[in-house]
């Protein structure tokens, strides 16, 4: 089994950055992933990264203020956000161990997850 523990999250003003911290048991599987949600609306994809080799993966992204990272030495995987926007209001997730293929981004696909942090935008 593994467990995710998310920390890092808190209320910004419109510009501001944040690290998110997902420490985990282990890196179980190939593939750990971001998600956010916004209570009433679905699960959105973030970012991913191949646990194996640290390649990142943004398909739902067209700007560079994410970055997805990992430290396999401490079993913890990282979002760095920037130039964070009020729409970036959301609780942010991490999850492991994809299960299947597919959208690497469809949460579906994810066997763990942690309790989730909030990040919150301010104008």
């Known amino acids: 089994q593994v467990q995710l523990v998310e920390t890092g999250g808190g209320s910004v003003q419109a510009g501001g950055s944040l690290r998110l911290s997902c420490r985990a048991s282990?890196?179980?599987?190939?593939?750990m992933a971001w998600f956010r949600q916004t209570p009433g609306k679905e699960r959105e994809g973030v970012a991913a990264?191949?646990?194996?080799?640290?390649?990142?993966s943004y398909p739902n992204l067209k700007e560079g203020r994410f970055k997805i990272s990992q430290d396999s030495a401490k079993n913890t995987l990282y979002l760095e956000m920037h130039g964070l926007q009020p729409e970036d209001t959301a609780k942010y997730y991490c999850?492991?161990?994809?299960?299947?293929?597919?959208?690497?981004?469809?949460?579906?696909?994810?066997?763990?997850w942690g309790q989730g942090t909030q990040v919150t935008v301010s104008s």
């Open positions: 999850a492991a161990d994809l299960v299947r293929g597919g959208d690497i981004l469809d949460a579906t696909l994810y066997r763990y």
């Open positions: 990264i191949f646990t194996g080799t640290g390649l990142p």
């Open positions: 282990a890196f179980a599987g190939k593939v």
